[in-house]
């Protein structure tokens, strides 16, 4: 060194280049940036014990230790340095926060509050979604657990539609319990409509609630969400359907079909296989009997529209049964704040749901005007001192069926609707008109006196879902909260003293 205390020129220039040439490594330990903010400090070098040149040899001396971050590096937080008291931070820490705490997330107020004091908890600090993310929950669910951290995955899941049915399901089964798996299936909301269908054995009950709900008369029988009929089954006189099925289309439609009112075949089944009734029954018909009540009673309550199908016109004990159902349908719940006083209006209390009496393989003689009026007339003297709904809703008139009626020839017009026969491509052929003499002719079909079979399941389909929704009970309910409701009348009806009153009269 000199006398000044400075470094002599060249002292380290020169072996520094030297070492260069040599292919040494002249870098630090790792962090260390000689050209940076190392010059800013104070720099001792150690001093040569003599003042004679550089020896021959290479200069070695001990690099220094450089305790200073780069730039660069200064602005970023140490993520894995431990929290101990205070951390001091350039730039706070912007918390997110859910949004029912009353402080947006990312204010400056929160990230003050969040800097400031010495964190109670430790948070995480995570990146923000790219998409917007949205928490379904029931209005009784706590604050604390909407607070929750929510996966961006879980939110839009519960967004999705639920999972579109492909066959009907068990609602209730054959030995009348009730069963749980159309939960799945429900929704949170309240547009809804809930279709049930009775009738006897044989009518085509199952073949018109597929063609109502989810299939079309050109498509295969064996691919309906309602099993119809095989052949072995018609030919041995039994029965397809048992206890209640269960479907519900993407418009939010429920549709309930259900085994046969007072069926032989379930009769026989019960006789010939020694099936052990219920202790509350004596007779195997006596328990045929109040299984189809207790169907068309639970229908009456839980159904905005309840189809009667018949094949021929008409059963007069069909409409006895339907009476006494009404008789024995258990009442409405009434709600907590009515007073007891309103329980002496039936029209006012009681729900009573829409019907109408579906003509199903009509002949072309039943849609005859005259014919057509004579049927209105009977069905309405039939149901005259009943609460269902059976009129008003439903015109055959409305769907141009017979344009030249006017829609004052039917005075007194009944929810009914004709179905023709189901009409096969081979018998197209068959009823040809003009064989020889005008070979024009022959192009066209034969006269039916009515529409095709697709078009009348057409109209009757827009017919139905345009029926009125009334509530059904004192409360808007919603598709889970119908569940729930029909769940607790099913029960209702098993247990009514009504209706075991009505069978200890049977016996």
């Not at 150690?46 to 040899?57: A, F, H, Q, V």
């Not at 590096?73 to 894995?80: F, G, H, L, V």
């Not at 009950?205 to 072995?232: C, G, H």
């Not at 055959?396 to 004052?408: A, E, I, K, R």
Request: hydrophobic fraction near 30%; aromatic fraction near 6%.
């Amino acid at each position: 060194m000199s006398e000044s205390g400075h470094s002599q020129p060249g002292m380290y220039g020169q072996g520094r280049r030297r070492r260069r040439r040599r292919g040494d490594r002249d870098v630090g330990p790792p962090g260390q940036n000689l050209s940076g903010p190392s010059r800013d400090r104070d720099y001792q070098p150690r001093e040569r014990r003599d003042g004679s040149e550089d020896p021959p040899g290479p200069l070695i001396q001990k690099t220094p230790i450089i305790l200073a971050k780069p730039p660069g590096e200064r602005a970023k937080p140490s993520q894995n340095t431990p929290v101990s008291g205070t951390p001091v931070l350039e730039k706070p820490i912007m918390l997110m926060k859910a949004r029912d705490d009353g402080v947006k997330p990312g204010t400056p107020t929160e990230s003050a509050a969040q800097s400031s004091g010495p964190p109670s908890k430790i948070e995480r600090e995570g990146q923000r979604p790219t998409q917007p993310v949205y928490q379904i929950q029931n209005r009784g669910m706590s604050a604390s657990a909407s607070s929750s951290a929510l996966d961006p995955m879980v939110g839009q899941s519960k967004l999705l539609p639920p999972e579109k049915m492909k066959h009907s399901i068990k609602l209730v089964d054959d030995q009348m319990n009730w069963c749980d798996s159309a939960m799945e299936y429900l929704r949170d909301q309240t547009d809804m409509l809930v279709v049930g269908v009775i009738g006897l054995q044989g009518t085509g009950k199952s073949t018109i609630m597929s063609l109502l709900s989810a299939n079309t008369p050109e498509e295969d029988q064996r691919s309906f969400v309602f099993r119809p009929q095989t052949q072995e089954i018609k030919e041995r006189g039994g029965n397809q359907s048992t206890g209640i099925d269960f479907f519900i289309t993407q418009e939010r439609v429920i549709f309930l079909d259900t085994q046969p009112m007072l069926s032989p075949s379930i009769l026989d089944h019960l006789i010939n296989n020694d099936r052990k009734l219920p202790p509350e029954y004596n007779l195997p018909h006596t328990y045929v009997e109040m299984q189809s009540l207790q169907i068309t009673a639970f229908l009456f309550t839980v159904c905005h529209v309840v189809i009667v199908v018949q094949d021929w016109f008409t059963d007069l004990n069909l409409y006895r049964f339907l009476q006494t159902a009404e008789m024995l349908k258990p009442s409405t719940p009434s709600a907590s704040h009515d007073s007891t006083g309103s329980s002496g209006s039936d029209d006012g209390a009681e729900y009573y749901p829409h019907i109408v009496f579906l003509q199903n393989k009509a002949r072309r003689d039943d849609f005859c005007p005259r014919n057509l009026k004579n049927m209105h007339m009977v069905v309405d003297k039939l149901m005259a001192h009943s609460h269902l709904k059976y009129k008003g809703t439903l015109s055959m008139l409305d769907c141009n069926v017979f344009p030249g009626l006017g829609q004052d020839y039917l005075t007194t017009e009944v929810n009914m609707f004709l179905l023709p026969v189901q009409e096969n491509d081979g018998e197209d052929n068959l009823t040809k008109a003009g064989s020889g003499t005008y070979p024009l002719f022959s192009l066209l079909p034969g006269y039916r006196g009515h529409p095709a079979f697709s078009t009348m399941v057409s109209k009757l389909r827009s017919q139905i879902l345009a029926m009125p929704r009334c509530q059904l009970s004192h409360t808007i309910l919603t598709e889970k909260n119908w569940f729930h409701y029909a769940a607790r009348i099913w029960d209702g009806v098993k247990k009514s003293s009504a209706l075991s009153e009505y069978s200890r009269l049977l016996c």
